[in-house]
């Protein structure tokens, strides 16, 4: 089996679409004068429930990718789930060789999570605040398991963004 029949054949999964978001921590915690951490996201579709009792959440992140890296050193994430409105977002966040996210966020309704202070995307269908709680090495993913330390349904609007056959795509 080639990587190309399996991406085919995987593609006709369809997915829901989320933003990963996280604080990336200041350069130096102790020098006031220091910049202050940068908010950092990414688009995901590979996220589920995992388990109710404890409340645990799963999303896969390349090996390597900032979004990665990041999640190893700094424990406390946010996911917001996109509408279908929130496309642009999706697309924003999932480009190769982007701009800084600084930059990404710039016009983007947000507010900070009361658990993680990372960003959570206004008119999102749901938002949740997470502490990994463990790290899974997988091929070239690694899978991060996070305890859900608040849940919200902030937005009941629309439908969910959905990810099929490599398009983001609307239900019904």
Not at 2 to 28: K, Y
Not at 47 to 61: A, R
Not at 86 to 91: K, L, N, P, T, Y
Request: proline content about 7%; some cysteine; glycine content about 10%.
């Amino acid at each position: 089996m080639s990587n190309d029949e399996f991406r085919a054949a995987m593609s006709r999964l369809a997915a829901g679409v989320v933003l990963v978001t996280a604080v990336e921590p200041p350069l130096d915690p102790d020098d006031p004068a220091a910049p202050a951490g940068e908010d950092v996201g990414m688009t995901a579709t590979a996220f589920m429930s995992v388990s109710l009792d404890p409340p645990l959440v799963l999303v896969s992140l390349r090996e390597g990718s900032r979004m990665d890296d990041l999640l190893a050193e700094q424990p406390r994430w946010a996911v917001s789930v996109l509408s279908e409105s929130q496309r642009h977002i999706a697309g924003r966040f999932a480009m190769k060789g982007r701009v800084s996210d600084r930059l990404l966020f710039a016009d983007i309704p947000y507010r900070r999570g009361e658990a993680t202070g990372a960003p959570l995307v206004g008119g999102a269908l749901a938002t949740l605040e997470c502490h990994t709680e463990q790290r899974v090495t997988a091929g070239d993913h690694t899978l991060v398991i996070g305890r859900v330390l608040t849940a919200r349904v902030p937005s009941a609007d629309g439908g969910p963004l959905a990810y099929f056959r490599g398009r983001y795509r609307q239900l019904g």
